[in-house]
């Protein structure tokens, strides 16, 4: 029992010891944890919320504009817009639109043949034309030069005051062409009837942009005249033949199977000339054709491995992708042709029956130094009788040994033969099989209307460095019967019609503040969407490798099935709805809402248009109602503006209306002074009742500038105003030269003004606030550190109090952000104590306070630096423990349209051979050198190329299209505050977070004496989504679904394969002569 006793007593002494040691580590580790009271944060957020809307809702006369619309609430007539009907008129229109553009290249198509027709070739014909690139050049005495007389240019603003002819045309001859060749000469004598045409088409619509003929033989004849500048090599590449508008006209789709000799006697400059041929083929392929290239020696290599057996679109990225392939071949072994023509064959007619590609036209193109067989017992195996495959020849090198077998080849199976003895042949000789190609629909006489997908056109760069077009064309054929046969092509014509002419027939305002217009092509490519980035590096307007190739899935990417897609591509009418998250503001800002879909077919062209309607508010429409008197005075005042992208009236129709503003025209529309002025009734109507609504606050804002004590130090600079339709008005409270933000609602701030895509950010944002509450925010500089020091303040006006009321405008303020800032700090110093005594300030330095928005965005912080700053990077522990909370949840979004640095081999000199000019130079530098050693045993080699060699070897960092994932975040509305603690390495560090109320903001004190260094800051930096090998495969394999054109003119029975070409290339051409003597005295002069 005593023993017991003792060791009781002996646990009682051990428990105590542990129980007292426990207390005290327990004390120190809750002593270190910062108690921040809720209540008096609370007071401090109350404090700041209620002075912060006083300011804002005064100066932005919110609440007399809710009054005043509430005052007409009896008068409007609300209606829920019907998507279905609005997409199709919609269509309607933009088709009516496209039928006259083709009317207009049908009539120069038309004018074309007739003049060949009337025309006689006349190898002698002397004819001085306006060559554009000579016009109104002068020798050094004075004297015009030839080809270049004087051509009248006058800056003309529908050509964005380019100087412009717009009597006449002109002409551009490639610099590797003669300008006084005969066939050149006599074309660009008997087009010049187009002239009249064109002037005729102009006439008749005013609208239109660029018109142009684009000639078989090379020349390129475009209205209105223009003056072309060389480059800095003194080159213009440009040759019309290469581009997609042409192609697309001239013939019909293709499969095409392109092999290359890498034999070992292909080595040197044969290799060099057979990459170029090679990658001048790729030129000539557009997106509704379909490829593969195989390399042949002994075996078969393909040029990228994981598309053996098959063959793939011919988008910029495919090419580019096999291009850089090409880099990869040299030569070596026997050239086992046998193989690789038995290879091409079998893929071609496999691919054909899964019926993935053009189902319309198929070539082999064969490109080799010799061919010891015709091989005619595999063209008889698979070719013959239908010859349905065309085989297309290239001779490289001088020898002209094999080229009886190879002429053989391309004769007996409908294809052309050609010889190509220098890099500065290829270009020429590979347009040859184009003719060819085009040799069916010639005889057909069907003259198919063809649009490109969307482009930037560089000539007519506006501001933004961004003019987009689609160009419609169509062939012009030889009429004469005694050559029908033999399919002769003349040209293409074509005429241009920027993106912007489609959104102008879009009512924004009956789409609501998120909706938008869009269209696509058969391939599934953005035609238009307010979503398509075709530029990078904002400021240098560089374009996007593969602007021009995005596919719709890649900006409504949360359709994951491509059901909206498909839908579109199959040209079906329909609705579709799915959750959508919509970045705004430079992408660091997302909305989440539901969409619903409208789409249809616009006929006569290729493609399908869509518009999206964002459920609640944005299915609504209402009309006013009152007197043009009333409305037209209170259009009067000086404070008023209309969105300058908007249609209200078609200024474009004639040139007289052109300088007009949309306002003017307005005012002369409704006043009966321009009875030709075409205007959107509807939405003029609407702009009215705006006006007259919107009009008594001039004068309140004018009351608050005159009364100085109400704003004596001049914190808030701007109020402003926008509605439904467009209508701006803004006040300045202070001096233009004395505001902060000098480019806020201007057109250099185009996210906070309304244009054709979108309404204002200010009042898109202030849409999905509460009603009654301000959005505040901070504009986010372009540079890498925010500079920004102003807030905006703005809230949505609604018509009713319910979620089907539209948003009927939107109000609010500028302010600078250290007036903002002060009123911040000042309540945070309030306190509920009687005695005044504050238990805790922000001006402590255990705590730090901070004011975040909606997004996480710091507004005020007690470092001046961390301002716009997301507030991850600076509390990462907070954020993350907010994150978990469900105070803040994490959007994952993609861009699929990024640039990535990269870190890649530079192939300058790889690249540099596969462009005609620069390959030349290498190739004469290298057949000097060859003469040089020749001569004399002194090694210049290293001279000659150390330009070449060096650059092979260097990497160096460039822009990549990638794409990308990440973050954006939201707060959780249901959640107005919270208290939290966060268990670091030795303490526990505790914050609160507060709602400002009827805002979008939060007060967050922390505990500034825990540091929580082991969490890591969290970022919205992207991260570049990166494909393994098999993934990558499986990309490039993977085929979305795609509509072909209508048309196919594969063959035609009458057609004449007897013209299939012969050996070209071995007797020097003047124009060859003339391009060479230059360039080696350029060589020998450096």
């Known amino acids: 029992m005593p ?47 209620g002075e912060i809307k006083s300011i804002a809702a005064k100066y932005s006369g ?98 964005n005051n380019l100087p412009v002819n717009i009597s006449l045309s002109d002409v551009q001859v490639p610099t590797n062409m003669y300008n006084k060749d005969p066939a050149i000469v006599n074309g660009v004598y008997w087009s010049e009837s187009l002239n009249k045409v064109f ?131 040299f030569a070596k072994g026997i050239g086992m042709l046998d193989i690789a023509l038995n290879e091409a064959f079998n893929m071609l007619n496999e691919f054909n029956h899964t019926g993935q590609g053009s189902i319309c036209s198929q070539a082999i193109m064969l490109i080799t130094d010799g061919a010891v067989d015709t091989y005619d017992t595999i063209f008889a195996k698979y070719n013959w ?47 040859e099989y184009l003719h060819v190609l085009s040799r069916p629909k010639v005889i057909d006489q069907e003259h198919d209307v063809v649009w490109t997908e969307a482009y930037i056109d560089s000539t007519l760069a506006d501001d933004q460095g961004l003019v987009l077009m689609t160009t419609v064309a169509m062939p012009v054929f030889s009429k004469q019967n005694e050559t029908r046969s033999k399919g002769i092509l003349l040209g293409v014509v074509g005429t241009d019609v920027p993106v912007k002419e489609l959104l102008k027939t879009i009512p924004k305002y009956k789409l609501g503040i998120h909706g938008y217009a869009f269209a696509i092509t058969n391939n599934g490519y953005i035609l238009t969407h307010p979503e398509l980035r075709p530029l990078y590096e904002e400021g240098k307007k560089r374009r996007k490798p593969n602007y021009s190739s995005v596919d719709l899935s890649e900006v409504e990417w949360e359709d994951r099935d491509d059901v909206l897609r498909n839908a579109m591509v199959n040209r079906k009418t329909g609705k579709f709805s799915m959750e959508v998250k919509k970045t705004v503001d430079k992408g ?47 259009l009067e005042h000086p404070d008023v503006s209309l969105a300058d992208e908007w249609s209200y009236c078609n200024t474009d129709l004639h040139p007289e209306h052109r300088q007009m503003t949309q306002l003017e025209a307005i005012k002369r529309y409704l006043t009966g002074k321009e009875p030709l002025l075409q205007c959107d009734k509807e939405l003029i109507q609407e702009v009215l009742f705006d006006a007259v609504v919107s009009a008594p606050i001039e004068a309140y804002w004018t009351s608050l500038a005159l009364n100085k004590s109400e704003n004596s130090d001049k914190g808030v600079e701007v109020a402003f105003l926008g509605t439904r339709t467009g209508l701006s008005r803004i006040n300045l409270f202070v001096g233009p030269e004395q505001l902060t ?121 007690e470092d001046y630096r961390q301002t716009g700053y997301f507030f991850g990077e600076v509390e990462g522990a907070v954020m993350n423990k907010l994150l978990t909370m469900g105070s803040f949840k994490r959007i994952t979004l993609y861009d699929y349209q990024a640039m990535c640095r990269t870190n890649k081999e530079s192939s300058d000199s790889a690249h540099s051979l596969l462009d005609p000019y620069n390959a030349f130079f290498a190739a004469v530098k290298w057949i000097m050198t060859e003469l040089v050693l020749f001569l004399v045993e002194f090694n210049l080699c290293s001279w000659w190329h150390s330009d070449l060699t060096a650059k092979a070897q260097r990497l160096k960092q460039t822009l990549e299209p990638c794409d990308t994932e990440y973050p954006a975040f939201v707060s959780e509305r249901t959640i107005k505050e919270t208290t939290g603690n966060i268990a670091c390495d ?38 570049e989504i990166r494909y393994n090998e098999s993934l990558k495969c499986e990309r490039l394999k993977s085929q979305k679904i ?15 394969a007897r013209e299939c070409g012969g050996v070209s290339g071995l007797s020097a051409k003047p124009p060859l002569v003339a391009l060479v003597l230059p360039l080696l005295l350029m060589i020998f002069s450096r």
Request: net charge negative; hydrophobic share 40%; charged share 25%.
């Open 3 to 49: 023993e017991n006793l003792n060791l009781l007593r002996a646990f009682g002494v051990f428990f105590f010891i542990f129980w007292t040691a426990f207390n005290t580590a327990l004390v120190d580790v809750v002593g270190s944890e910062q108690q921040i009271p809720l209540s008096v944060v609370k007071l401090w957020a109350s404090a700041f919320g």
């Open 62 to 159: 919110s609440q007399l504009l809710q009054k005043k619309y509430k005052e007409y609430e009896k008068d409007v007539a609300i209606e829920e817009i019907d998507g279905l009907q609005l997409v199709k008129k919609l269509a309607k229109n933009m088709e009516e639109m496209f039928h006259k553009k083709s009317e207009a290249v049908r009539r120069l198509v038309e004018a074309a043949e007739d003049a060949y027709l009337k025309h006689e070739f006349d190898a002698d014909l002397q004819y001085e034309y306006f060559n554009a690139v000579l016009i109104n050049e002068r020798d050094e005495e004075g004297n015009y030069l030839e080809l270049g007389k004087e051509f009248i240019l006058v800056p003309n603003d529908h050509f």
């Open 986 to 1023: 030795d303490c526990f560090k505790s914050f609160v977070i507060q709602q400002i109320p009827s805002s979008n903001l939060f007060m967050v004190v922390v505990d500034n004496e825990c540091f929580c260094d082991s969490v890591p800051p969290i970022t919205m930096a992207p991260i």
């Open 199 to 329: 002037v005729d088409n102009f006439d008749r619509d005013p609208s239109l942009i660029w018109q142009y003929f684009g000639s078989a033989k090379g020349f390129f004849r475009q209205y209105p005249g223009i003056k072309w500048e060389p480059d800095e090599n003194g080159v213009i590449a440009f040759d019309c033949r290469n581009r997609k508008w042409y192609i697309q006209a001239a013939t019909s789709p293709k499969d095409v199977v392109i092999l290359v000799d890498v034999s070992g006697s292909m080595k040197g400059l044969r290799l060099t000339i057979a990459k170029q041929t090679v990658s001048s083929i790729l030129d000539t392929l557009g997106d509704d054709d379909f490829f593969n290239i195989i390399a042949y020696n002994e075996e078969l290599h393909y040029v990228e491995p994981c598309l053996n057996g098959t063959l793939v679109q011919a988008d910029r990225a495919n090419k580019e992708h096999f291009r850089e392939h090409l880099d990869k071949l």
């Open 588 to 634: 660091k800002r997302v909305l989440v809402m539901t969409n619903d879909y409208y789409y249809t077919d616009i006929k006569g062209t290729p493609f399908s248009l869509g518009v999206a309607l964002s459920r609640g508010h944005g299915k609504y429409f209402f009309r006013g109602n009152v007197t043009v008197e009333e409305g037209l005075h209170d």
């Open 1042 to 1056: 795609r509509r072909r054109p209508e048309s196919c003119h594969g063959f035609h029975p009458e057609e004449n």
């Open 385 to 431: 009788p239908d010859r349905k495959v065309r085989i297309f020849t290239y001779l490289i090198g001088r020898e002209a040994a094999f080229a009886d077998n190879l002429k053989w080849m391309a004769c007996a199976n409908k294809g052309f033969f050609t010889q190509i003895s220098t890099l500065a042949d290829v270009q020429e000789n590979v347009m």
């Open 741 to 861: 933000n000098q480019d806020f609602l201007t057109a250099e701030d185009k996210e906070n003004i309304f244009n054709a895509d979108h309404f204002p950010l200010w009042y898109r944002r202030a849409a999905e606030q509460i009603p009654g509450s301000f959005v505040y925010s901070i504009p986010f500089s372009t540079e890498t550190a925010n500079k920004s020091n102003v807030v905006t303040a703005s809230t949505a006006i609604q018509l009713l109090d319910d979620r089907k009321s539209p948003v009927v405008a939107a109000v609010g303020i500028q302010m600078k952000l250290e007036f903002f800032q002060r009123k911040f700090w000042t309540a945070s110093r309030q306190c509920a104590s009687l005695d005044g005594r504050c238990a805790i300030s922000c001006d402590d330095e255990a705590i730090s306070c901070y004011l975040i928005d909606n997004n996480g965005f710091i507004l005020v912080s």
